[in-house]
Nanobody, 114 residues
Framework: VQLQASGGGLVQAGGSLRLSCAAD????????MAWWRQAPGKERERVASITGNGLTNYADLAKGRFVISRDRDKNTVYLEMNSLKPEDTAVYYC?????????WGQGTEVTVSS
């Protein structure tokens, strides 16, 4: 089952967005989950991950600006993005880690204007 990310949009540089990814029962709340992004013309890259116990890991691009969290009762993963930059413009996806091809959804588009 594909994971559907939501919460993207158009924001000015320096602004914030909160992305959400709601998973169904096929995704165990103990799974490690992650956010990825893919900018136009670039490969998909991992942004942040969170284990079932809440341990987090961030790519350098996200450290100090993004916060990943999860609500195990709702089986939902969030990505709070602050101090957004134009280079953060991308389609953001969520998936388990390691990712399963069948779980890639449409992603949610984030556009940061300068």
């Amino acid at each position: 089952v594909q994971l559907q990310a939501s919460g993207g949009g158009l924001v000015q540089a320096g602004g914030s967005l909160r992305l959400s990814c709601a998973a169904d029962r096929s995704v165990n709340s103990r799974f490690t989950m992650a956010w990825w992004r893919q900018a136009p013309g670039k490969e998909r890259e991992r942004v942040a991950s969170i284990t079932g116990n809440g341990l987090t890991n961030y790519a350098d691009l996200a450290k100090g600006r993004f916060v990943i969290s999860r609500d195990r009762d709702k089986n939902t993963v969030y990505l709070e993005m602050n101090s957004l930059k134009p280079e953060d413009t991308a389609v953001y996806y969520c998936n388990s880690l390691p990712p399963l091809p069948s779980r890639w959804g449409q992603g949610t588009e984030v556009t940061v204007s300068s």
